[in-house]
């Protein structure tokens, strides 16, 4: 295997063995149909001046001293396309995604492989010994290779996995997009806390709205909000369309009050009305908590039409593990599970399967009343309603928990009501 780090440093020399200098970088070019950028040149530093040699007039780059083909009069110095990539310039000690084991690492080392004549880059070393190489401590690194346990996360990334982004970028590598969108949004949560706000900001803009909003609802609203700091108003009002109200509530609380205004105006007008009743209620009470996007029938109708309903509308739903029942005041009536639903004959009215007996909480109790309410009645989900029992929403469980279990782990809590 050769690698960049066992070639930067090396002395070449031209045709009549004399040394021209030491090579300081390795041009490569992208090669869109196979994946795998091709060596093309290699720069060559002497004193305070550079060289680029095109890779066809390098005899060999294995050997203690790089031979070239010519003399160094002959040479015609390569020139450079705007899409090649210098590999040590702009490559080596960036950062990069692993789809595989989720998780941002550093580049380290390049490996090269020779194919029918051709250079080409193969992986990007990621790995521990990768470093120590780049050190100076080949022979160590191989030691320890072969001693070290097997790991569950590779010690290198294939470069089709990857792609440069401009060099005026922080992160300079990422996977393609449609490998980001296969990721669980509490995995690119994850990634986001490994990443610099900076390297964050521009992660972000890789995803598409949807994803982008499942992502934020992952993180912390403190968090959030530097994240999108410098995020343009238009992107970010459809964003928080995209976010549970709740979730979008909790960001906007925590924004300048002029940013949050401006904000409220640019989002749809149902979408905003939503989030800025929550925001009258106190951050830590039921009405702060809820989400207003839950299902909720009328008492007159069947089984199968509700099943109908829920066909329809489920997509905008937290949650249709729990189907509420009102009256046409929206008065809260009653409540059914998706289970008791499902088993029940398609004539039969929703009153005759239904709990009359609900337990709720005020649009003004606390959060730690409504996690003790979820804990003691065993409940994913529990209805706000107020003096008049109107019903207003819901606060989720993870929701209610959250003062109670730290977020890491609540994070982790299956969400079976989805």
Same mark, same amino acid.
């Given at each position: 295997?050769?690698?960049?780090?066992?070639?930067?440093g090396?002395?070449?020399?031209?045709?009549?063995?004399?040394?021209?200098?030491?090579?300081?970088?390795?041009?490569?070019?992208?090669?869109?149909?196979?994946?795998?950028?091709?060596?093309?040149?290699?720069?060559?530093?002497?004193?305070?001046?550079?060289?680029?040699?095109?890779?066809?007039?390098?005899?060999?780059?294995?050997?203690?001293?790089?031979?070239?083909?010519?003399?160094?009069?002959?040479?015609?110095?390569?020139?450079?396309?705007?899409?090649?990539?210098?590999?040590?310039?702009?490559?080596?000690?960036?950062?990069?995604?692993?789809?595989?084991?989720v998780?941002?690492?550093?580049?380290?080392?390049?490996?090269?492989?020779?194919?029918?004549?051709?250079?080409?880059?193969?992986?990007?070393?990621?790995?521990?010994?990768?470093?120590?190489?780049?050190?100076?401590?080949?022979?160590?690194?191989n030691?320890?290779?072969?001693?070290?346990?097997?790991?569950?996360?590779?010690?290198?990334?294939?470069?089709?996995?990857?792609?440069?982004?401009?060099?005026?970028?922080?992160?300079?590598?990422?996977?393609?997009?449609e490998?980001?969108?296969?990721?669980?949004?509490?995995?690119?949560?994850?990634?986001?806390?490994? !990443?610099s706000?900076? #390297?964050?900001?521009?992660? %972000?803009? $890789? @995803?598409?709205?949807?994803?982008?909003? +499942?992502? *934020?609802?992952?993180?912390?609203?403190?968090?959030?909000?530097?994240?999108?700091?410098?995020?343009?108003?238009?992107r970010?009002?459809?964003?928080?369309?995209?976010?549970?109200?709740?979730?979008?509530?909790?960001?906007?609380?925590?924004?300048?009050?002029?940013?949050?205004?401006?904000?409220?105006?640019?989002?749809?007008?149902?979408?905003?009305?939503?989030?800025?009743?929550?925001?009258?209620?106190?951050?830590?009470?039921?009405?702060? !908590?809820?989400?207003? #996007?839950?299902?909720?029938? %009328?008492? $007159? @109708?069947t089984?199968?039409?509700?099943? +109908?309903? *829920?066909?329809?509308?489920?997509?905008?739903?937290?949650?249709?593990?729990?189907?509420?029942?009102?009256?046409?005041?929206?008065?809260?009536?009653?409540?059914?599970?998706?289970?008791?639903?499902?088993?029940?004959p398609?004539?039969?009215?929703?009153?005759?399967?239904?709990?009359?007996?609900?337990?709720?909480?005020?649009?003004?109790?606390?959060?730690?009343?409504?996690?003790?309410?979820?804990?003691?009645?065993?409940?994913?989900a529990?209805?706000?309603?107020? #003096?008049?029992?109107?019903?207003?929403?819901?606060?989720?469980?993870?929701?209610?928990? +959250?003062?109670?279990?730290?977020?890491?782990?609540?994070k982790?809590?299956?969400?079976?009501?989805?």
């Amino acid at each position: 295997m050769l690698f960049v780090s066992d070639l930067i440093g090396k002395p070449v020399a031209d045709l009549d063995g004399r040394r021209i200098g030491k090579l300081k970088d390795l041009i490569a070019s992208p090669m869109a149909e196979i994946g795998h950028p091709q060596l093309v040149a290699i720069e060559v530093k002497h004193g305070s001046a550079t060289q680029l040699v095109p890779i066809s007039d390098v005899a060999a780059l294995i050997a203690l001293a790089i031979p070239l083909k010519k003399r160094k009069v002959d040479l015609i110095p390569y020139q450079p396309d705007e899409n090649d990539l210098y590999l040590v310039r702009d490559v080596l000690d960036k950062q990069i995604i692993d789809t595989n084991g989720v998780r941002v690492v550093r580049v380290n080392d390049l490996e090269l492989t020779r194919v029918n004549g051709t250079i080409y880059v193969a992986n990007v070393d990621v790995s521990g010994v990768g470093l120590m190489r780049r050190l100076g401590l080949s022979s160590f690194a191989n030691r320890l290779a072969e001693r070290s346990q097997p790991s569950r996360l590779p010690s290198s990334i294939s470069w089709d996995n990857i792609e440069l982004l401009s060099a005026e970028e922080p992160m300079r590598l990422k996977v393609p997009s449609e490998k980001i969108a296969e990721l669980h949004p509490a995995d690119l949560a994850q990634i986001l806390s490994d !990443l610099s706000r900076q #390297e964050g900001e521009k992660f %972000l803009e $890789t @995803l598409d709205l949807e994803t982008l909003a +499942d992502t *934020l609802e992952e993180v912390e609203p403190d968090f959030q909000a530097s994240l999108i700091e410098q995020m343009p108003d238009e992107r970010l009002a459809d964003v928080l369309e995209e976010m549970a109200p709740d979730e979008a509530a909790d960001l906007l609380a925590e924004l300048p009050e002029d940013r949050s205004r401006e904000l409220l105006q640019l989002m749809e007008d149902d979408e905003a009305e939503d989030v800025r009743r929550l925001l009258t209620y106190p951050v830590d009470s039921a009405g702060g !908590l809820m989400n207003t #996007e839950f299902i909720a029938v %009328l008492s $007159t @109708l069947t089984a199968a039409q509700v099943l +109908d309903k *829920l066909r329809k509308e489920a997509n905008e739903a937290e949650t249709i593990y729990y189907i509420y029942v009102v009256d046409r005041d929206n008065c809260l009536q009653g409540v059914f599970s998706l289970r008791q639903l499902v088993l029940s004959p398609p004539e039969m009215p929703v009153t005759q399967f239904m709990e009359d007996r609900v337990v709720s909480v005020s649009l003004l109790d606390s959060q730690e009343e409504c996690a003790h309410m979820v804990s003691k009645y065993n409940l994913l989900a529990l209805p706000v309603v107020d #003096e008049q029992n109107h019903m207003h929403g819901i606060v989720t469980a993870d929701d209610a928990l +959250d003062k109670i279990i730290p977020t890491a782990w609540k994070k982790r809590l299956p969400r079976l009501y989805h």
